[in-house]
């Protein structure tokens, strides 16, 4: 697969994965609107319970949402509450406003925070829990909770998966550009590579490799020891040119401990017969001083 091929890939699984991401957690419109739903139905719980206690002209404050599943109904004056009345006045509303079906209601009294009447709706008559039907709670100051069961608290919020996303989002484009990044220094290592493998000089008929350590004549490879090779190439940079008999030793041999005296001959003996089939280049021994790379320039 081509690099091209490949970041389009990348990027193409990104959008779908944002794309899938949205479709999942994007919220129907029912879950959208339904605070303003559980709000405009617990403001009619609240109406029809002061027409109960005879109450026409008193308001009903605003309802307050306490976390995404509780709402909070409150009132300007006292007021008496049958459990019967407010049991079916919620269970009609809620049913009008097409809200959940599972609930619980809690009666509190303003001054100490005290319950003083709750019950649970879960759907189910026999697991339905409405106590002390017909005792009815004397005038007071009363808040009413409204807390849905049925309708989980989202384990973050909007915003918070809004800041995932967009971290996820930026993390998956670092990774691709630095996968792109890391193909283009490959393939130009690879570049480099294949081209120190391929870098010649030419030796009369030989076609001189030194990163391959060897000599091609008319497609036959002629291999060379790595120090035949270091020797060839210092007379290859310097051909037609005296070069002493220290220089190329300690150039050659002074990184490997012990130098042998008769080393150097031995191997300008084995270079001299690896080309001595061209008859235009040699190597000669220039008495006293070094040896000599002779061929046409």
């Known amino acids: 697969m081509t690099m091209k091929r490949k970041n389009s890939f990348a990027w193409a699984a990104l959008v779908v994965f944002i794309f899938m991401t949205w479709i999942v957690f994007k919220p129907s419109q029912e879950e959208e609107n339904f605070p303003e739903r559980v709000k405009i139905s617990l403001r009619e719980v609240g109406n029809q319970l002061l027409l109960a206690n005879q109450d026409s002209t008193s308001l009903v404050l605003p309802v307050v949402a306490l976390n995404p599943s509780l709402y909070e109904l409150s009132f300007e004056r006292p007021l008496s509450i049958t459990p019967n009345d407010i049991v079916g006045i919620v269970k009609t509303a809620f049913k009008k406003a097409d809200l959940p079906e599972q609930y619980l209601i809690e009666v509190i009294q303003c001054e100490d ?27 007071n100051c009363f808040t009413i909770k409204a807390q849905f069961t049925g309708k989980p608290v989202p384990f973050i919020s909007k915003q918070q998966l809004l800041g995932l996303l967009l971290i996820l989002f930026f993390v998956l484009l670092i990774l691709a550009f630095c996968d792109r990044f890391l193909v283009r220094f490959r393939e130009s290592k690879k570049n480099n590579t294949s081209s120190q493998a391929t870098a010649h000089s030419f030796i009369g008929m030989f076609a001189f490799y030194p990163e391959q350590n060897k000599l091609v004549k008319e497609a036959v490879e002629i291999g060379l020891s790595k120090k035949e090779c270091e020797l060839l190439a210092i007379f290859v940079a310097q051909p037609n040119q005296i070069i002493k008999r220290d220089e190329l030793t300690k150039r050659v041999w002074e990184d490997n401990g012990v130098i042998v005296g008769r080393s150097l001959d031995t191997y300008i003996s084995k270079l001299r017969k690896k080309l001595k089939e ?20």
């Open 113 to 139: 925070q005290e319950v003083a009447y709750s019950y649970g709706i879960l759907n189910h008559i026999e697991k339905d829990i409405i106590p002390c039907a017909n005792r009815v709670l004397p005038e």
């Open 278 to 297: 061209d008859t235009s280049i040699k190597i000669t021994n220039v008495h006293g001083v070094g040896y000599k790379l002779e061929m046409d320039t």
